[in-house]
């Protein structure tokens, strides 16, 4: 059974299940991780996130398992004009399976790595093979000392971007500000 989280107050964190909706709202923020893992009572993913206020932390569906099924792939984040994800280490975004969608119109931003999206798809993953896609008219920056990309997606499937915003990293690993649909084969 899915949950609806309607966060209108400051917080830690916040632990989801499988299915479940997050409302973060403007002038709220969360000073650690939204862990779509699943928790140990379901096994995650397929989560939608709508992020109006800041998170000072991540967003984390990588790993999530119960009773030997992994259920990570398969959320639809959006981040508006006024949200920010803002972590101060690798992968404000660390997702991990296919079928994710990222839709950002505000910030999202890693200072310690260049990783700001981090997406790793392995052969367990519930939506192993789906489309990753991003889209982006905000800022995603990665700043650090690691020679990788404001993005890294590593999967099977296709990886589409489609950017009129800002994609830059302070390694020269960044996507540059035009639309990009690179299908894997």
């Known amino acids: 059974m899915s949950t609806d989280h309607y966060i209108t107050a400051n917080q830690s964190g916040l632990n989801t299940g499988t299915g479940d909706t997050v409302y973060l709202m403007q002038g709220v923020a969360i000073s ?3 862990d779509m893992r699943g928790g140990g009572t379901t096994a995650g993913g397929e989560n939608s996130i709508f992020v109006n206020g800041t998170i000072f932390g991540r ?3 990588r790993g999530g398992s119960l009773n030997g099924v992994n259920g990570d792939g398969g959320n639809f984040i959006n981040i ?3 949200g920010t994800i803002q972590k101060d280490s690798w992968g404000a975004i660390d997702l991990g399976g296919g079928g994710n969608q990222i839709v950002n119109a505000g910030l999202i931003a890693s200072t310690y790595s260049a990783n700001a999206i981090y997406i790793y798809e392995s052969s367990g993953d519930a939506h192993f093979g789906q489309t990753e896609s991003i889209i982006n008219s905000g800022t ?4 650090g000392e690691y020679q990788a990309g404001a993005i890294e997606i590593s999967c099977s ?3 589409v971007i489609n950017n009129s915003g800002l994609i830059s990293s302070s390694n ?3 996507i540059t500000p035009t639309p990009i649909q690179t299908p894997k084969s």
Do not use: L, R, V
């Open 32 to 34: 650690g991780t939204i």
């Open 59 to 61: 967003i984390e569906d």
């Open 80 to 82: 508006s004009s006024t």
């Open 140 to 143: 995603i920056t990665g700043q």
């Open 157 to 159: 499937g296709n990886i």
């Open 172 to 174: 020269g690993g960044s």
